[in-house]
């Protein structure tokens, strides 16, 4: 959720294309606000065929990653009860 909401306060997007063990991905960097030097920019990987993400990574101020997010078994579009939405 935050990579779609940065990705909407940024002015610059870094759209690129990675090859990665056969598969083909689209990569969108972009920096993440707020001046953290743990937390300077973060990359998407969305695999070309599918259009799921593949991974995401957050890089520090030396362009080193800091945390790795891998994406597994994603499912969408899923039938959710109306219910569970319900404020009591």
């Not at 779609?4 to 306060?9: A, K, P, Q, S």
């Not at 002015?11 to 707020?34: C, F, L, R, S």
């Not at 030396?62 to 404020?87: A, L, P």
């Amino acid at each position: 959720g935050y990579f779609l909401r940065n990705l909407n306060m940024v002015e610059e997007v870094d759209i690129d294309e990675e090859k990665i063990e056969d598969k083909n991905y689209i990569t969108i960097k972009i920096d993440i606000p707020g001046n953290n030097k743990y937390r300077v920019y973060e990359k998407l990987w969305v695999d070309k065929k599918t259009h799921m993400p593949y991974k995401l990574t957050i890089f520090n101020e030396s362009g080193k990653e800091t945390v790795n997010v891998i994406y597994k078994d994603i499912k969408y579009n899923i039938d959710i009860q109306d219910d569970t939405f319900r404020i009591k």
